[in-house]
């Protein structure tokens, strides 16, 4: 057989029949029909979006597009290329040096990158630094704090 449009069926027990609901106080399914009393779940005027009274989803996101975690912590960046140009071997990179220098400008925390090359033994002393830059620091013969 094949298998065409008038032949579906839906399987057997999956589409329950619509209650049919009586309209006189004397029926079975009448007066109230079995919705229980008053109330909005009594009306069909309950949006799809009512959640009950609390504030809904949509008013407690952040108003604007742009929403600025508070505990989000915002590293100054510098590159190890950049090491290489503004400190000599054996010096020691700090916070303080490198704001004194002009490499870092606003008051963060500073974060050492590995994009470049290091041939300088230098001793680096900062909030963080990534894997690729410790990689470099120690393979220049340099030692991270």
Known sequence: ??????????????????????????????????????????????????????????????????????????????????LEEAFEAGDEVTVATLTERGLVKKKRPVKVLGHGELSKALTVDVDAVTATAREKITAAGGTVA
């Open 1 to 82: 057989m094949t298998i065409k449009l008038h032949n579906l069926k839906p399987d057997e027990g999956s589409r329950e029949a619509k209650k049919r609901v009586a309209r006189g106080d004397r029926g079975r399914g009448g007066k109230t029909a079995g919705r229980g009393t008053k109330g909005t779940g009594a009306r069909g005027t309950v949006p799809e979006n009512f959640e009950g009274g609390q504030v809904p989803l949509v008013r407690r996101q952040p108003k604007r597009p742009g929403f600025n975690n508070p505990n989000k912590v915002v590293y100054a960046v510098i590159n190890v290329s950049r």
